[in-house]
């Protein structure tokens, strides 16, 4: 007999009454979910202490079997986090192996736990159950990386750097400007999550197989034990809906697209042609064969960690598209994918925060570098617009003529003469001088939501009181 083959000499236990044989080797092995839906065993006994609750109040089940399955229960929770109890294939997942040791535990009463219930509704209470955590751990993880970066930002609050657009050196900015962007980023990515969490913090327990139950349930205390908001308004929606996953995969690969592009930038700025930035040694690495080198292993690995989120996303939405109502086993393959997403989110979540707390800024060069590229030729056209009345296009068009003179007497805008300024245009003063500091031009930008660090300092201060 080949493996495939291969059949379990016994039955199954919970569902198996009506069948002569046990399943294929390959058939226990492709339908089995403990490997990882063991992840979720204290939301499936949270899910079965308050459903055995709601079943002795509503004179279900009787006290003296409640208080059975209640003390079994809490046994059982112990003995997984203890690492007691041994995984079986053949019990199919986490809610037959619960119910399984509950037996073991107090014997046949534990076969009145399933009443009125069944592992649709269960899976899908434990799911919800467990993405809420999920959504609530991650919510913690961003407050510190909003912390950290706002940390950085206010004692970087005056320091100068260039601004870029298409990579190219733009405008001055402060670096409390540029790591700001990303706290606004991550308040969004906050606030996503807390939607995703409002919309699924319904209780689908009672849902039953599909079409609700004959037995004179609870929904509302059981929704209310554990702290949804109340019970999904349809049975069938609420055994077979999946959208809560593939939202909250939504709002993870957002937010993993937020630390990828800025782990892109700290590759580039610790980068020895850029040099901004050190990181700190925790988070780089050597090269086995080239000594000289310092790698931003971390920052690349939370830049790549966005492909697998983003997949999971899809795989969520591939699994769901197509399926009839209300469940199928499709739905088993919800699990992995956003238990992949919220281990590698946490991850990089938790290593680009460690980087951003320890990397220097190396304020002299990006001064220099915030210098070059003419990076003020704005200021002097404000300044014609302001001070000569000149309309802003024409400014714009003088101010090119000024830097191709820079160009080419190979110098800055500041090192023109006056004459060479006022041979292009008559009405410039010495004046323009004082805008052609990168301090100045940074300091000019007052403008709400601009890089001026008195902005900067107001930005720091609403968003600190935001998230205290
Ligand atoms: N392990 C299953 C899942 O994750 C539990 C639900 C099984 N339901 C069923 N009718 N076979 O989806």
């Known amino acids: 007999m080949s493996d495939s083959t291969k059949k379990h000499s016994a039955t199954n236990l919970l569902w198996g009454g009506r069948f002569g044989q046990g399943p294929a080797e390959i058939m226990a092995q492709i339908n089995a979910s403990i490997s990882f839906d063991k992840r979720l065993y204290r939301q499936d006994i949270a899910g079965s202490k308050a459903h055995a609750d709601m079943l002795v109040a509503s004179g279900i089940l009787s006290a003296e079997d409640g208080d059975a399955i209640q003390a079994g229960l809490d046994q059982i929770l112990g003995e997984f986090e ?15 192996h619960v119910e399984t040791r509950l037996r073991d535990l107090i014997g046949d ?3 009145r736990l399933h009443t009125a219930r069944s592992r649709n509704d269960q899976v899908a209470t434990d799911f919800r159950l467990w993405v809420r ?32 657009t298409h990579l190219q050196s733009a405008q001055p900015i402060t670096v409390g400007h540029h790591l700001l962007a990303y706290v606004e980023m991550a308040s969004r ?47 069938m929606d609420a055994v077979s809906s999946r ?8 709002c993870c690969s957002i937010t ?10 700290l590759v580039i700025w610790s980068s020895a042609q850029f040099g901004f930035i050190s990181l700190s040694d925790s988070f780089s690495t050597g090269s086995s064969i080239m000594p000289q080198k310092r790698n931003p292993d971390a920052a690349e690995l939370v830049r790549a960690k966005v492909g697998r989120i983003i997949g999971a996303m899809n795989t969520m939405m591939i699994v769901l598209k197509g399926l009839p109502l209300a469940y199928s086993k499709d739905m088993q393959e919800d699990k992995e994918p956003a238990f992949d997403a919220f281990d ?30 003419f990076s003020t030729a704005t200021d002097i056209a404000d300044w014609l ?14 101010t090119g003529t000024l830097v191709k003179m820079a160009e080419d007497k190979a110098c800055m805008l500041a090192e023109l003469t006056i004459e060479d300024m006022q041979s292009v245009e008559p009405q410039i003063t010495t004046d323009i001088y004082e805008v052609l500091s990168v301090e100045n031009s940074v300091a000019s930008r007052t403008s709400f939501g601009g890089t001026a660090p008195v902005g900067v300092r107001a930005a720091i201060q609403a968003h600190r009181e935001r998230l205290s």
């Open 82 to 96: 203890r690492g007691e109890i041994a995984l079986d294939p053949a019990l199919e997942d986490i809610h037959m």
């Open 109 to 111: 009463a534990a076969g």
């Open 133 to 164: 955590e999920a959504i609530d751990q991650l919510d913690l993880a961003l407050t510190t990386f909003q912390t950290t970066l706002l940390d950085q930002a206010e004692a970087h609050a005056d320091a100068i750097m260039p601004g870029f």
């Open 189 to 235: 990515d906050q606030s996503r999550f807390a939607d995703c969490r409002a919309r699924l913090n319904e209780s689908p327990l009672g849902a039953a197989a599909l079409a609700g139950t004959s037995f004179p349930i609870d929904r509302h205390a059981t929704a209310k034990a554990l702290g949804f908001d109340r019970p999904m308004a349809n049975s």
């Open 243 to 250: 959208d809560f996953v593939v939202e909250f995969l939504a």
């Open 256 to 265: 993993a697209i937020h630390l990828s592009r800025f782990a892109e930038e």
């Open 344 to 373: 590698s989110l946490s991850l990089g979540l938790a290593a680009i925060t460690g980087m951003v707390g320890d990397m220097t800024f190396n304020i002299d060069r990006l001064h220099d570098a915030a210098s070059a590229g």
């Open 385 to 398: 617009v302001r001070v000569a009345d000149i309309p802003f296009r024409n400014a714009h068009h003088i």
